[in-house]
């Protein structure tokens, strides 16, 4: 069985919390953390190969909290996005619905840039390649990592490509576990 289809029957058995606003709330609220600190994981390995690999004559870039903060939450709404761009079946309203509350939270955990502004940036019609790439393109002229690895553009699409799985494990986690494992979950990191 496909991750993909483990996925949607995982969201079609959790159909009944979903449709409780509250529980899907609380739910929402455990994936957009651990969504959020697997992004900042995710970005820390991006810059340390980036620098790893730096070529000569290249400068090591300074990065600020809020420009690194303001990378995760690019990084988050976009995998939010892949979420329902790279399933190849109809998506059920209440996944659609579940991803766009961790959309709104989002918003909540990390102030910039807004989850709107960064989904209007890309261009979902594309496909999710064309998205990676953006994005990873993207995420490296704001850091200024560019000149530091001869891979930098590449390395971040492809990281994203290859958490999808993760991401998925992740959501699945996150509709399957008892709210009050979700809740000690994120408490431990």
């Not at 739910?27 to 970005?43: D, E, V």
């Not at 909540?108 to 393109?137: C, H, N, W």
């Not at 799985?165 to 494992?181: A, G, I, N, V, Y």
Request: charged fraction near 20%; proline fraction near 4%.
């Amino acid at each position: 069985m496909s991750e993909q289809t483990d996925l949607m029957t995982t969201v079609k058995a959790a159909r009944s919390s979903l449709q409780d606003n509250k529980e899907r709330f609380r739910r929402a609220l455990a994936f957009s953390t651990a969504l959020g600190m697997q992004c900042s994981n995710l970005l820390t390995n991006y810059i340390e190969h980036c620098r790893d690999q730096a070529m000569s004559g290249s400068t090591d870039p300074f990065i600020t909290q809020d420009e690194f903060a303001y990378c995760v939450k690019t990084l988050m709404c976009v995998q939010l996005w892949l979420l329902l761009l790279e399933q190849q079946t109809d998506i059920p309203e209440e996944m659609r619905l579940f991803v766009l509350e961790s959309m709104n939270l989002a918003d909540r955990l990390y102030e910039l840039p807004p989850a709107k502004l960064v989904m209007t940036s890309y261009d979902v019609t594309a496909g999710p390649q064309v998205i990676r790439e953006s994005v990873s393109f993207n995420i490296c002229l704001r850091l200024n990592l560019g000149g530091t690895a001869p891979d930098a553009l590449v390395q971040l699409s492809e990281v994203l490509r290859d958490v999808r799985p993760h991401r998925e494990q992740l959501m699945q986690m996150c509709l399957t576990k008892s709210l009050s494992d979700l809740d000690q979950m994120i408490s431990q990191g």
